[in-house]
């Protein structure tokens, strides 16, 4: 399948996980790829064996390293079509004893990182007509203990979303957003032992039940690819959940 040929794509947070995925699976179908990370070794790692046209690498939460960036990105594609915004962190907190501190900086990476990149992004992709993918999360939909801070950066990703598709709809942009359940990365295994300690349920058996399984970097992909794809052309301000049924179960 070739659905993405032609298409050049900047992806945050790419060195590993959701991101890596991401950027794996639209070089394959046919796009030329930017990969950026904080992370400089994994990131020039997963662009060597993805086979990416090129690293930029910036930490989201710093506008003017974002806009370098960015602009990298477009020199070395010669213009862009897609931006995924993937780069995020989480926090294992109860809500109400999250420090004021890592409140504010989960808040920086997972939304204001969102924010300034697809506002460094625009010019390019009102150029090319292109399309933005922001990774939200079920997070984003319902309220999970421990995530209390992140389950609000993800509800902020969705609305961002909403919002600018909607201002953006006359430029012919579109702009999606994924939610996905709890996926096979690093970030899912930092928070296995807080969610077994918390629930006294080993977390094999909390996925089994309310997923069926645990959802792979692939999976994810693969919904990115298609709505960053001319398959899509008439979705927009839409945010898609995959998560094996976990928020459609009232068991
Ligand atoms: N894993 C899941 O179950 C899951 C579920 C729903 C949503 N998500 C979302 O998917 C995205 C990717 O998550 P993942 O599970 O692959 O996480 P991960 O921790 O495995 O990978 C995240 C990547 O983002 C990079 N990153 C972190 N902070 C950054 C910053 N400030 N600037 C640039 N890059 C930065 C990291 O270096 C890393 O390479 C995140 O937005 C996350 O919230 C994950």
């Not at 974002?66 to 594609?77: C, E, G, P, W, Y």
Request: net charge negative.
């Amino acid at each position: 399948m070739s659905e993405l040929q032609g298409k050049r794509a900047f992806v945050t947070g790419s060195g590993a996980g959701i991101g890596k995925a991401i950027a794996a699976l639209f070089a394959e179908r046919g796009a030329q790829v930017v990969v950026s990370d904080l992370n400089a070794d994994s990131a020039k790692q997963s662009a060597e064996e993805i086979g990416a046209a090129g690293v930029a690498n910036c930490d989201v939460t710093d506008e003017a390293q974002v806009q370098t960036a960015v602009q990298q990105a477009v020199d070395l594609l010669g213009g862009l079509d897609v931006l995924v915004n993937n780069a995020g962190i989480e926090v294992s907190s109860p809500l109400l004893q999250q420090s004021t501190e890592s409140f504010d900086k989960i808040f920086a990476v997972n939304v204001r990182g969102t924010f300034v990149t697809m506002k460094a992004a625009t010019p390019h992709l009102v150029a090319s007509k292109g399309n933005i993918v922001n990774i939200a999360s079920i997070a984003g939909i319902g309220g999970s203990p421990l995530l209390g801070s992140y389950c609000a950066t993800k509800a902020a990703v969705i609305q961002l979303t909403r919002v600018a598709a909607v201002e953006m709809r006359p430029t012919g942009v579109r702009v999606n957003a994924v939610c996905p359940g709890f996926a096979d990365t690093a970030m899912v295994d930092r928070l296995k032992p807080d969610f077994e300690a918390a629930t006294q349920i080993p977390f094999g058996d909390l996925v089994a039940m309310k997923q069926g399984r645990l959802g792979t970097p692939q999976d994810i992909a693969e919904v990115a690819a298609f709505l960053a794809s001319d398959r899509a052309a008439w979705i927009t301000g839409s945010h898609y959940v995959l998560d094996g049924g976990l928020t459609a179960s009232l068991v």
